[in-house]
């Protein structure tokens, strides 16, 4: 069984910055894309950034330029560094991993969430 644990989340007032961390533990060959997504009170989840296994990034246009992923693969974790972070961005987060359980076999979890709120 394979674990995805947020932290970092809390309140900051616009403008701020905040690093949102997510570990992956359990039996792990690898872990190819490592992503996070975010769900506003009455709406739906939405993906906000993606890194591939070899570094790849990829962020959704709401955020670009503001945010950055990053990954350390020796301690399976993904790191979200949020900057000039706004009140729209208000939302619960979630960081998403494909993981390789076995040989031929990969599974997608997802982690617990952790709230994320800016004032303004």
């Known amino acids: 069984q394979v674990q995805l644990v947020e932290s970092g989340g809390g309140l900051v007032q616009a403008g701020g910055s905040l690093r949102l961390s997510c570990a992956a533990s359990g039996i792990i060959f690898s872990i190819n894309d490592m992503g996070w997504y975010r769900q506003a009170p009455g709406k739906q989840r939405e993906w906000v950034a993606v890194i591939s296994g070899g570094g790849s990034t990829r962020y959704a246009d709401s955020v670009k330029g503001r945010f950055t992923i990053s990954r350390d693969n020796a301690k399976n974790t993904v790191y979200l560094q949020m900057n000039s972070l706004k009140p729209e961005d208000t939302a619960v987060y979630y960081c998403?991993?494909?993981?390789?359980?076995?040989?031929?076999?990969?599974?997608?979890?997802w982690g617990q969430g952790t709230q994320v709120t800016v004032s303004s």
């Open positions: 998403n991993a494909e993981v390789q359980v076995g040989v031929v076999s990969y599974k997608n979890y």
